[in-house]
């Protein structure tokens, strides 16, 4: 059987039983979005991705701390991913700044405030490079990435851990595109 069309009847069965705005259709509507999405079928996978975000955001409206939990971040890391892709440069920045902000609130982590799960910090910073590398805008990514970079490393990473060399990596592709750059 195919995929799609078991995640397509899924979603019908519960929007009719629950109706489309219930929580119980989150599963249902992740699955089938992230099932697009893996296929390639951003221009369908997109709107579904938005509609799973509201609907977290909904079932979590009476307590605003709730409604930017961890809960969030993959999914809206995924959206904003559709969205650079799609070319939507600056509805994806959005979304990493916003994934940005709720990593930092839920785990601290910056280049000046130590945090024991600083890659739930970084990853942020380095998606919102990588939309700033994609839109042309080199010294944006090469700042993000540093940033990225000194986080890791002001948080214990040691200079040949995987993440810094990809940080690394990151501000000397972004600096060969603009030119020499101070590191």
Same mark, same amino acid.
């Given at each position: 059987?195919?995929?799609?069309? *078991?995640? *397509?009847?899924?979603?019908?069965?519960?929007?009719?039983? #629950?109706?489309?705005?219930?929580?119980?259709?989150?599963?249902?509507?992740?699955?089938?979005?992230?099932?697009?999405?893996?296929?390639?079928?951003?221009? %369908? $996978?997109?709107?579904?991705?938005?509609?799973?975000?509201?609907?977290?955001?909904?079932?979590?409206?009476?307590?605003?701390?709730?409604?930017?939990?961890?809960?969030?971040?993959?999914?809206?890391?995924?959206?904003?991913?559709?969205?650079?892709?799609?070319?939507?440069?600056?509805?994806?920045?959005?979304?990493?700044?916003?994934?940005?902000?709720? *990593? %930092?609130?839920?785990?601290?982590?910056?280049?000046?405030?130590?945090?024991?799960?600083?890659?739930? *910090?970084?990853?942020?910073?380095?998606?919102? @490079?990588?939309? $700033?590398?994609?839109?042309?805008?080199?010294?944006? $990514?090469?700042?993000?990435?540093?940033?990225?970079?000194?986080?890791?490393?002001?948080?214990?990473?040691?200079?040949?851990?995987?993440?810094?060399?990809?940080? #690394?990596?990151?501000?000397?592709?972004?600096?060969?595109?603009? @030119?020499?750059?101070?590191?």
């Amino acid at each position: 059987a195919d995929a799609e069309a *078991s995640f *397509s009847r899924a979603l019908v069965i519960v929007e009719g039983a #629950c109706g489309t705005r219930a929580p119980e259709t989150g599963a249902p509507l992740r699955n089938l979005a992230l099932h697009l999405f893996a296929r390639g079928e951003l221009d %369908r $996978a997109e709107p579904l991705l938005a509609r799973y975000i509201a609907l977290v955001e909904r079932a979590h409206d009476d307590d605003e701390l709730l409604a930017e939990t961890d809960a969030l971040l993959r999914p809206l890391e995924i959206y904003g991913y559709c969205l650079m892709l799609r070319g939507k440069f600056d509805a994806a920045r959005d979304q990493y700044e916003r994934t940005l902000r709720i *990593s %930092r609130a839920l785990h601290g982590g910056s280049s000046t405030s130590p945090d024991p799960n600083v890659i739930q *910090s970084v990853r942020p910073l380095e998606q919102i @490079g990588m939309v $700033a590398f994609a839109a042309g805008n080199y010294d944006a $990514a090469r700042a993000r990435f540093k940033e990225a970079h000194d986080t890791l490393l002001f948080n214990g990473r040691g200079e040949f851990d995987v993440d810094v060399m990809r940080m #690394c990596n990151n501000v000397a592709v972004a600096t060969c595109k603009k @030119g020499p750059g101070a590191f």
